[in-house]
């Protein structure tokens, strides 16, 4: 079973930048598709992008395409979320999870982190 530990969040002003960190432990994610998922209050969990087990493909929501970008170091058995340009609407919780594939939007995995508290202020 692997456990997922998310990090990196803060209060951010519009136009800024944060980098989030997923760490893995329990088992390698190596060979594991991963992505990021948000839940701002009073809403859904909704997929932010998912990258494939190498890095060499990645695949992101729309409200999110050319702003974010998705990595990962599977020496470190971690996976990276860039955000750039932050608006308001980033405001959320940000969580990762393993996926059944880097073109998927949802987990198959039920157990979630804690997850990383994001908030951009206008």
């Known amino acids: 079973q692997v456990q997922l530990v998310e990090s990196g969040g803060g209060l951010v002003q519009a136009g800024g930048s944060l980098r989030l960190s997923c760490a893995a432990s329990?088992?390698?994610?190596?060979?594991?598709?991963m992505g990021w998922f948000r839940q701002a209050p009073g809403k859904e969990r909704e997929f932010v992008a998912g990258?494939?087990?190498?890095?060499?493909?990645?695949n992101y929501a729309d409200s999110v395409k050319g702003r974010f970008t998705i990595s990962r170091d599977n020496a470190k058995n971690t996976v990276y979320l860039q955000m750039n340009s932050l608006k308001p609407e980033d405001t959320a919780v940000y969580y990762c999870?393993?996926?059944?594939?880097?073109?998927?939007?949802?987990?198959?995995?039920?157990?979630w982190g804690q997850g990383t508290q994001v908030t951009v202020s206008s």
């Open positions: 999870n393993v996926m059944s594939g880097w073109r998927a939007t949802t987990s198959n995995n039920a157990d």
């Open positions: 329990g088992r390698t994610v190596s060979s594991s598709a």
């Open positions: 990258i494939n087990w190498s890095g060499g493909y990645a």
